[in-house]
């Protein structure tokens, strides 16, 4: 994991005063892009080619916990299960304790719970990453700013740079080609109104992950050359709805920018395509009830699963349409 010169030295610094870990713990929200980031610049250093704007989903997301290892040797768990060390999952834990470790020998257990379904497009990795970072942290006694810890964290997981915090976050997409300026920022827009709808449609894993989707429509999608550029001004556009608290004009936003993002992967050769035949059904269930006068829109990340944006007069509307879905207020959570 590669990490700017900058941030490299501020934790060194910040290291060299560290206390032998303790027991920590931490949580973080997952996040749900209204913008979304598909591409990369840098794949060592998970540098988006566009900047992207996201939601939290308040208890939706991940409980990390470290805990100085008595018997000398690093264990992870996952949702109270065991793994083997050279699981990606904990092997990628493990390699990302050692930024923090950085040499020492200090054998950790961690622990991570997801309150949400792992590896369905629900952002758990962003989630674990953004909280395992701030366990760490806390873990070795550091004084590191919440700049340095979401460089740190997308080192994880792309997305965990956003995760860090409650309600909207903009992550820059940075130019700096050590990364030093590709990090997240929670803005200052408080919507108590604002809900998600998670319309479940498939919650196992998915057949592809996030990154080798990515990578896969970079390399091969005709339709991927526009996207970057494409994105960014959206990122912008959404922002300013976000800002404005304008409902209709974010939600056409992100559902037109969730909908490019896919088109690109139908595109790519051979196709990709994370819908399935009973997410275009929920995305027509939405279109037919929104010419009928329901206020919500769409957006789908690398996944089946369909979420809904509106607010909370809407809320019956949405369950009556879609009964099945699982509604969340973000800002019933504070940082």
């Not at 997305?159 to 300026?181: C, E, K, M, N």
């Not at 974010?250 to 051979?270: D, F, Q, S």
């Not at 990709?272 to 829109?297: I, T």
Request: hydrophobic residues 45%; contains cysteine; neutral net charge.
């Amino acid at each position: 994991m590669s990490i700017d010169c900058a941030a490299r030295n501020r934790i060194a610094a910040a290291m060299q005063t560290a206390t032998a870990p303790r027991r920590a713990s931490a949580y973080a929200p997952s996040n749900i892009a209204l913008s979304k980031y598909w591409g990369k610049r840098d794949q060592a250093r998970n540098l988006p080619l566009n900047s992207s704007l996201s939601i939290s989903l308040a208890e939706w997301g991940s409980h990390t916990e470290i805990v100085p290892a008595e018997d000398g040797a690093d264990r992870v768990w996952l949702n109270g299960a065991a793994l083997d060390a050279e699981t990606p999952f904990a092997a990628k834990a493990l390699r990302f304790a050692d930024l923090f470790r950085a040499g020492r020998d200090a054998p950790l257990h961690i622990r991570t719970r997801n309150t949400i379904p792992t590896a369905a497009g629900l952002a758990s990795s962003a989630s674990g990453f953004a909280a395992l970072t701030r366990a760490l942290v806390s873990a070795f006694g550091l004084e590191l700013s919440e700049r340095d810890m979401s460089l740190i964290a997308r080192l994880g997981s792309g997305s965990a740079a956003r995760s860090l915090w409650h309600g909207f976050v903009r992550w820059d997409r940075g130019t700096a080609p050590d990364g030093g300026d590709s990090l997240a920022a929670p803005l200052d827009v408080h919507w108590p109104a604002f809900r998600i709808a998670i319309v479940a449609v498939d919650t196992g894993p998915k057949s592809m992950t996030s990154r080798d989707g990515m990578n896969h429509t970079v390399a091969t999608s005709p339709l991927f050359a526009t996207w970057p550029q494409t994105a960014e001004a959206d990122c912008a556009a959404i922002e300013t709805a976000v800002r404005a608290q304008d409902l209709p004009k974010l939600g056409a936003l992100a559902e037109a920018n969730a909908l490019a993002m896919h088109a690109t992967m139908l595109a790519a050769r051979p196709a990709l395509s994370y819908l399935k035949p009973e997410s275009w059904a929920v995305l027509e269930r939405l279109w037919r009830a929104r010419a009928e006068g329901l206020q919500a829109f769409a957006t789908m990340d690398a996944g089946a699963n369909v979420k809904l944006i509106f607010e909370q007069t809407d809320s019956a509307d949405v369950l009556a349409a879609f009964p099945q879905a699982e509604i969340i207020a973000p800002f019933s959570v504070q940082n």
